[in-house]
């Protein structure tokens, strides 16, 4: 991982302009004062000229701007923040989901338990930056990205993507970029050879190594929730409420095989958020090649690697949304809890309009609380254990983000009624991008073992995934593809063959 590593492995990275690399770190020169991403294809500087920082952020901070020649704002991001849950991993996927042009600083500090000035300390010491900092260095990205992928006039932009003035938005594009607002714009239009589409958001979404586009979209498919979702064998299409309002992505695969995202928001500040839980989304993050050569070392699961190199462990879009997901989800089949969520939208999902395909959003945590009782069906206990989450959801005494301390929100969601270790951990895996959680208890997992010819006693299986560390999620993910297909429906008086539980 590029955070432990050394200054020789580093540098032997950028020599070789190895792309897996790319956000990762950031290389400074100190003989030209830029940065550059580890695949820039300049010459390489001498190792005496270098100095390497984790983050963009750090290289603005000792005086450097980015390389003009290979953005490297525009390399995907740290696959660090999901590895890492300590406060740095925790605060940086909380800053990237835009925590702090909503709440400040003291707003982030108070998320993550620390004092602002302590986090600061804390963060400067981790990072080589601070939260503004940070923060400062998400809002240039986001410039580059409404400045790239829209038409949007220059001072739109500037507040759209979260500067106090027109003025501190220029002096921003400029420092980070080294180019102004629309000569940047005008040489990436340069580049693609074509404008963009007025009116419209569409952006690339950078990637490393494969991508199984196929698995993410099928996933998706299955679990389509009727009138917020819409999924095809190459795209996939949602609303989602943010804090300006109503939003809508769809995500696809173009003609080059790079993912893009189609968007439409309410307000256009929300677009960094958007763009954030899109690709937490698709894990777009994941270093693929460095987990797929792990799995490979154990010969069980190098014949699944091969049929499936670049699998991804879907996301959440939205956390909350997601425990209730998984809750109705739980000991039922995927056709069953997407019939029981479908339903659930179509009742007490709120009605948007000018969104391709949908005309929904999931319902809120509050009208969940209120009347999800009328709407869902099965045991009476079940039923009230998800309208007391919604309840804790809605009035904030039980907390779920993407910024949480994983042994904290384990915790707290099997204090909750109706809640066991297979949901806890399955949100936790879904929510906060852990790549080292396994469900043993899940029953398509044991199944996919058994078919791989792993152990398929939980015990058993268990001590085997130990072997997979700290890629027991992607194990998972392999799993859940290995379950033999289900044969075809009986005949009408012949004995059926149960489907698989549930992943919501």
Sequence with gaps: MSLAMTFDERYRAIDSRDTRFDGQFVTAVRST???????????????????FY?????????????????????????????????????AMRLIADGVVE????????????????????LLSSELGAGPLALSRAHRAQTARMLLVGTDMPAADVAFSAGFASVRQFNDTVREVFGLAPLELRARRRAHSGSAVQPGAIDLVLPHRGPLDSTGLFAWMSARAVSGAEVATERSFARTLRLAGGPAWFELRIDASERVRMRARLTNLRDLSTL???ARRLFDL???????????????????LVRAVPGIRVPGAADPHE???????????????ARTALSALTAELGESVEGFEGTN??????????????????????????????AAALADGSLTLTSGDDAVAQREALLAMPGIGPWTADYVRMRVLGDPDVFLPGDVAVRAGAAAAGIPSDPKALTAWAARTAPWRSYF??????????KPPRARRGAASVPEKEAIA
């Excluded at 004062?33 to 100095?51: D, E, H, L």
């Excluded at 997601?322 to 069953?336: E, P, S």
């Excluded at 998972?476 to 297909?485: D, F, I």
């Design 322 to 336: 997601m425990l209730i997901r998984a809750m109705v989800g739980q000991q039922i089949t995927v056709v069953a």
């Design 275 to 277: 763009v954030t839980r």
């Design 102 to 121: 909503r709440e400040g600083v003291p707003g982030l500090a108070r998320r993550l338990g620390y004092s602002p000035r302590h986090l600061t300390r």
């Design 360 to 389: 929904l959003l999931f319902p809120s945590m509050q009208a969940i609380a209120e009347r999800g009782a009328d709407v869902l069906r099965g045991p009476a206990a079940r039923i009230r254990s998800i309208t007391g989450a």
């Design 54 to 90: 984790p983050t963009s952020a750090a290289a603005h901070e000792a005086g450097y701007r980015a390389c003009k020649r290979c953005l490297p704002e525009a390399a995907p991001g740290s696959p660090q923040w999901n590895l890492r849950g300590d406060t740095a991993g925790r």
């Design 476 to 485: 998972t993910a392999h799993l859940w593809r290995a379950v033999p297909p």
């Design 285 to 303: 993050d994941a270093d693929p090649l460095a987990i797929d050569d792990a799995l490979s070392t154990r010969p069980e699961l190098a014949p």
């Design 33 to 51: 004062g830029i940065y550059c991403r580890p695949s820039c294809p300049a010459r390489t500087p001498k190792p005496s000229n270098v100095t």
